[in-house]
Structures are given as structure tokens and as C-alpha cells.
């Protein structure tokens, strides 16, 4: 691990002002240099790593008194960004009204892992590409900006089939952002000039021509909290992987539904394991809104979810599995007893 400074935020302006100072001083154009420190679970496995090399580091766990409530009110949720994993998972409110969310967060990690880990830096985390974590390989996009990607012509059994580039195929690797895509949710963003807020989906950005720019926040931004509105008793999140104890998927769907009188009135699908970003199946979607669902719509829907999927070498076999994933899960969804 390399020598960096250190700084502990006693609140929300100290913390924007040491990030954004310690990024201009080191690298004007890039966050990387600066990082905030929560639970630290993946920050410090890739500074490990040497993947990972802040000049700065800036202690943000003092914010946790104002940034760390889960706020349930009438027909909308508010979670603030430093909210642990495991404490959202196991709240009452969000088991019985937001399950694909408990759901995605107590399929993202160990035990251990969600008792220290918050929401906003679980939907900051990084790829798991081993390409992009093994710093022996110097072509990564990601890593090192226009070197090219290993993963293209290498092993990509984990890799992405939708959301792809020519520069990457790194697969977003999260379980929650893909409940909070699913769910319409917005993110609100704490900075120098103040609080902004943006829909969820526009924070992570697919990798394009600069796969190493990742996401919308400028340097010295924090997210701070997570907002729903609605309640979706009828969600899921269903997780298809390797083993069924800790590990990423290799496909998974958040699929949440209102139904009244056997009518499907809205339906939400996302994908994760599957894409660069976390993916929102919209053209799926539209084909459940005003029908009543059957095993011949949830294939139909599944085809939809993948028609744009581009599978490689390895990892073509995720394509009908993504479409099994999301048939069960919105087969799960349907008959749930709420």
C-alpha cells in the first residue's frame, strides 16, 4: 500500500472541502486521488492491490450521525448514503414494503461485510474484472486510460453481454443499485455548491469511448442519501451464481410489480451481473405493463430484457441464462403473497 494523507470530516462541508482540495492539488481532473473512507470494504481491497492509489483519504464515518437514517414515510423511502448493508436489510418497513431491496442487500455480501459496509459505497464499488485488478496487466481501459482491454480476447466468463464497448466489457458487479435502478430511485448529492439531486440512473455512466470515468459525481461530491417513491411489496430480487454463499452473479434480476385484479398497472426490471452499468430492462417492461402474466409473457419479456445482449468466448452462456433469471424472477414476483 502506497503513503497518502489522512483527514476525518467531523461534517458534510469539511468533508466536500478536504476532497475537493485534495483533488485539485493532485489530479484537477479526477476524483481517484482524493477518496472518501466509509466502511472501507472495497477502497482498501484495491488500494491492497495497488489498483487503487489516493494521494488523500477523507474519514466521512462522523457524517453517519445525520447521513445514516432509514426514513420510511407514507408512500416513499428515504436511506441515507452511510446507512450500514445489514441494518437496511433487517429494518421491518423495508422487509414488508421494499423486499427486492432486503432482498439485494443480503445477497451483496457476508455478514461480516454488510455490518460495515453503507449503501453509497456499495454503489460506488468497482469491477471485479480480474483484468482490471491484477496491475501486472497493463491493458485496462479502466485502469490505464486507452491501453486497451485484456478481458476482450481473454478469459470474460464474468464479464458483460449488454451495455458493452469497444473499450470495455467490465461488468458492474452490485446487487442493491440494481433494486434502486429498478425502483426509480433518486440519488441526492452533497458538493461545494451544495445539494443536488439526480435519478439513480444517470450516476453510473457506461464505459463509451472512457471507461475509466465511471460515474456523474465531480471531484469533492458525496452522495448522501437514497430516495423511493411508492411502495412495491410485490418486488424480488432473484441472484444466479457460482455458489450460494458469498459471490457475485453471474446474472440476477430486481423485478417489481403492481397488480390489481390479475392486471399487471406498472412492472420494473433491472438485470445486474450481466451489464457495464446497473441496467434497466425498459423495452421488457413495456411488454407487461396492461397484460396478465402467463409462462408464454415472462419468456417473451425475458427475450426482450436480452435482444441487444453481445456475448465473447466465455461468456455467451450468460445470455439464456439472464433470460431463465428473469422469467423466475418475474414468475416469483407474480405469485408473491402480500
Known amino acids: 500500500m502506497r503513503p497518502f494523507t489522512y483527514q476525518r470530516a467531523t461534517d458534510p462541508n469539511a468533508a ?17 486521488q482524493a477518496q472518501p473512507l466509509a466502511g472501507g470494504t472495497t477502497l482498501i481491497d484495491l488500494m491492497k492491490l495497488d489498483v487503487m492509489r489516493p494521494a488523500a483519504i477523507v474519514d466521512i464515518n462522523p457524517l453517519a450521525r445525520g447521513w445514516s437514517a432509514i426514513e420510511p414515510k407514507g408512500d416513499s423511502l428515504r436511506l441515507g448514503a452511510l446507512a450500514k448493508m445489514s441494518d437496511v436489510a433487517a429494518h421491518d418497513e423495508i422487509q414488508r414494503n421494499y423486499p427486492v431491496i432486503a432482498n439485494s442487500l443480503k445477497l451483496a455480501a457476508s455478514a461480516q461485510l454488510r455490518n460495515m459496509a453503507t449503501l453509497g459505497g456499495n454503489v460506488m464499488q468497482r469491477t ?20 486497451g482491454c485484456a478481458a476482450m480476447d481473454g478469459v470474460n466468463r464474468m464479464h458483460a453481454v449488454l451495455g458493452v464497448s469497444d473499450q470495455c466489457i467490465a461488468t458492474y458487479p452490485g446487487d442493491f443499485a440494481q ?5 426509480d430511485a433518486t440519488v441526492e448529492i ?15 455512466k457506461a464505459p463509451g469511448s ?36 458469498y459471490e457475485f452473479a453471474l446474472s440476477s434480476a430486481a423485478v417489481a410489480f403492481d397488480v390489481q385484479d390479475g392486471m399487471i398497472r406498472d412492472a420494473r426490471v433491472a438485470l445486474g451481473g ?65
Not at 218 to 244: H, M, N, T
Not at 312 to 325: A, Q, T
Open 16 to 32: 466536500v472541502q478536504a476532497l475537493s482540495a485534495a483533488a485539485a492539488a493532485n489530479s484537477p481532473l479526477t476524483q481517484a
Open 128 to 147: 471485479r474484472c480480474s483484468y482490471f485488478r491484477d496491475v501486472s496487466y497493463e491493458n485496462c481501459n479502466k485502469r490505464n486510460p486507452g491501453s
Open 179 to 183: 433494486a434502486l435502478i429498478a425502483l
Open 190 to 204: 452533497t458538493g461545494k455548491s451544495g445539494v443536488r439531486s439526480l435519478p439513480f440512473a444517470q450516476l453510473h
Open 210 to 245: 472512457t471507461p475509466d470515468i465511471e460515474t456523474s459525481l465531480q471531484p469533492g461530491e458525496l452522495i448522501s442519501a437514497f430516495s423511493i417513491s411508492g411502495r412495491w411489496p410485490r418486488s424480488v430480487y432473484l441472484k444466479a451464481r457460482d455458489r450460494q454463499s
Open 274 to 338: 450481466v451489464a457495464t452499468v446497473p441496467w434497466r430492462a425498459r423495452e421488457a417492461e413495456a411488454l407487461l405493463k396492461g397484460q396478465r402474466f402467463d409462462d408464454g409473457l415472462a419468456q417473451r419479456v425475458a427475450d426482450a430484457a436480452f435482444a441487444d445482449a453481445k456475448g465473447r468466448r466465455h461468456n455467451s452462456f450468460k445470455i439464456e441464462l439472464g433470460k431463465r433469471v428473469v422469467a423466475r424472477a418475474l414468475q416469483q414476483a407474480v405469485t408473491m403473497e402480500i
